[in-house]
C-alpha cells in the first residue's frame, strides 16, 4: 500500500510525502536495531574511552595503592571478561527500564554522569582505587550508560513484541560492538604489559582520559567552552592508527627479550664458550646435558635487587627457616609485603632492614635429584631477584621467569620440565623454591660429558647432607614435603 498526505495551508503547499511500506519487515528492524547499537558505540567517543579505561590495567596486579606487573594471560581474560558482563548486565537494565517506560532522564544528567565515570576509571588506571571491583564498578556505571542508551528507543512507538526484539536488537548491536573493540585492543595490552615500559603506555592512555573527561564535565555540567570535546573527537578519528601505534609498541617492547632468549637457548644447545655437551637421545627424546659452570650474570644496566622489609616478613610467616605451603597460602601471606628494588649500596647500607630476594631452583625426575659440585654440594641453582622495573608482585609469573633464567645461565639442564612453587626460605634471605622436574629419564652414565652432576635419590642426600650448602641443607631436611 502507498500513502500520501497533502496538506494545504492558506495559499501554501507542503511538498508530499511518499512513505513505501511495501518492504519493511520484522527482520529489516530488527538488523536496523542492531546496527543502531553498534552505531551508537562505534561514533559514541565517551561509550568507547570509559571502556578503554577500564581495559588499560586490566591485565596487571595491583598492590596497596598502585599497579605492579602483568597478571598472566588467564587472569587477564578473566577480569576483562568480568568487567564486560557486568557492563552488560548494568547498561541492559536501564535501558530495559528506560524503554518501558517510554522515557528517560533529561540529557544532560546523564551526560554528565557518563563523563564522570571516564574520569573515575581513569584514576583507576593511573593509581587503584577498586581494585578486585572492577565488575561492581563496571555494573554501577554501566547503569548510567544504559540511560544513555535508552535514549536511541524514545520516539518510535515500540511496544509488545517489537518492543522486545527493539530491546534484544539494539543490545545486541552494542555487544558486538564492545566485544570488537575489547578483541582488537585487548591482546596488545596483554603483550605490551609483560615489559615494565607498559606503565608509560598505561599512564598516557589514563592522562589523556582524565583530560578528556575533564573537558565534558566542564562543558555539560557549567557550559564553559572547552577545546576538549572537539580534540577527543579528533583523536578517536586517528583510532586505526592508533592501534596500530598500539600493536607496534608492543611487539618492539617484547622484541628484545624473545631474541635475548633465542640466543640463550643458542648458547645452551651449542655449549656456549665452554665447549658443553651437544644433545643426546634418551628414551626416545633429546635431552641437552651441559656443564655445570656456575658463571656471572652479565648485565649492562645498574642492578636493583629485589628485597623485602625484614620486620614485615617476619610478622607474616614467624622466625621458621622453611615454609612448605601450597601457592595460594603463600599468596595470601604475602598480601602485605611490600616489594622494594634496591641498589647494591642501598642494600647494604640497610642489611639489618631488609631480606633481599632469592630464587632456589631443584632438578629432578622422579624424585632422583640433580646435585652440583660447587665450593660445597648443591642442591639446586640459586641467584638473586633482579628489578627491570617496577617491583612485581611475589609469586608473579616474573619471579618464575628469574628462576627459569638462573637455570639457563647455569647451564646444567636445558630439557623440558614442569616448574612449580614449593615453599619459602629464611636464611638471611628469602628465597622462593621452585623444583624443575625433567620430563625425561637422565642419568651421569648416559651423560658423562655433564661436568660435576651426579644424581641423589632422598636417601642418598640426608646421607651426605652435611657436604652441602645452608640453603640445601634446609631443603634436604625438608623432602618430603617438596
Known amino acids: 500500500m502507498r500513502r500520501s498526505c497533502r496538506a494545504l495551508a492558506g495559499d501554501w503547499q507542503r511538498p508530499t510525502l511518499v512513505i513505501d511500506r511495501m518492504q519493511g519487515s520484522t527482520w529489516r528492524g530488527f538488523v536496523a536495531l542492531v546496527q543502531l547499537g553498534i552505531a551508537h558505540i562505534q561514533h559514541g567517543t565517551d561509550h568507547r574511552l570509559f571502556l578503554l579505561m577500564l581495559l588499560l590495567p586490566a591485565p596487571l596486579l595491583a598492590r596497596g595503592h598502585r599497579w605492579t606487573t602483568a597478571s598472566g594471560v588467564r587472569a587477564s581474560l578473566q577480569t576483562i571478561s568480568g568487567i564486560v558482563t557486568a557492563f552488560t548486565v548494568g547498561h541492559s537494565l536501564t535501558l ?16 554528565i554522569l557518563v563523563a564522570v565515570s571516564i574520569l573515575v576509571t581513569a584514576v583507576h588506571a593511573w593509581r587503584p582505587m577498586f581494585a578486585g571491583r572492577e565488575m561492581l564498578v563496571a555494573a554501577g556505571f554501566g547503569l548510567v550508560h544504559g540511560l544513555a542508551f535508552a535514549r536511541e528507543l524514545l520516539g518510535f512507538g515500540f511496544d509488545g513484541q517489537s ?9 545486541l548491536g552494542i555487544e558486538a560492538m564492545q566485544l570488537a573493540i575489547v578483541a582488537l585492543v585487548m591482546p596488545w595490552l596483554m603483550l605490551a604489559s609483560r615489559s615494565a615500559h607498559y606503565a608509560w603506555i598505561r599512564n598516557t592512555g589514563a592522562a589523556f582520559g582524565g583530560i578528556a573527561a575533564s573537558g565534558l564535565i566542564a562543558a555539560r555540567a557549567f557550559g564553559l567552552p572547552s577545546v576538549v570535546p572537539p580534540a577527543v573527537e579528533r583523536v578517536a578519528a586517528a583510532a586505526p592508527w592508533l592501534l596500530g601505534l598500539l600493536a607496534f609498541t608492543a611487539l618492539a617492547l617484547n622484541a628484545r627479550s624473545w631474541f635475548g632468549r633465542d640466543d640463550a637457548v643458542r648458547s645452551t644447545a651449542t655449549g656456549g664458550r665452554d665447549g ?55 599468596e595470601r601471606l604475602y598480601a602485605s609485603v611490600e616489594l622494594h628494588a634496591l641498589t647494591s649500596d642501598e642494600l647494604t647500607r640497610e642489611s ?7 630464587t632456589y631452583t631443584a632438578v629432578h625426575y622422579n624424585y632422583t635429584w640433580l646435585t652440583y659440585e660447587r665450593a660445597e654440594r648443591s642442591l639446586g641453582v640459586s641467584g638473586p631477584v633482579y628489578s627491570e622495573g617496577e617491583p612485581p608482585l611475589f609469586l608473579d609469573e616474573s619471579l ?11 647451564r646444567v639442564v636445558a630439557a623440558p620440565v614442569d616448574w612449580r612453587l614449593a615453599g619459602l626460605i629464611h636464611d638471611g634471605q628469602l628465597g ?8 625425561s629419564h637422565w642419568s651421569p652414565e648416559q651423560n658423562r660429558s655433564a661436568g660435576r652432576v651426579t644424581c641423589c635419590n632422598s636417601g642418598e642426600l640426608k646421607t651426605e647432607r652435611h657436604r652441602f650448602e645452608p640453603w640445601s641443607q634446609l631443603l634436604i631436611d625438608n623432602l618430603p614435603s617438596l
Open 163 to 171: 518492543l522486545t526484539l527493539a530491546l534484544l536488537g539494539l543490545n
Open 400 to 410: 618464575e621467569l628469574a628462576a627459569r633464567r638462573e637455570l639457563e645461565n647455569a
Open 276 to 330: 658443553c655437551a651437544q644433545p643426546s637421545s634418551i628414551g626416545g627424546s633429546t635431552v641437552r646435558i651441559v656443564c655445570a659452570s656456575f658463571g656471572r650474570m652479565e648485565r649492562t644496566t645498574p642492578e636493583r635487587i629485589l628485597a623485602v622489609r625484614t620486620a614485615e616478613y617476619l610478622q607474616q610467616v614467624g622466625t621458621q627457616r622453611y615454609a612448605g605451603l601450597p601457592r595460594e597460602e603463600i
Open 432 to 439: 622462593l623454591v621452585y623444583i624443575a622436574r625433567l620430563r
Open 352 to 358: 639489618s632492614s631488609y631480606l633481599p630476594v632469592v
Open 96 to 111: 530495559l527500564v528506560g524503554a518501558l517506560q517510554g522515557a528517560a532522564l533529561p540529557t544532560s544528567p546523564v551526560e
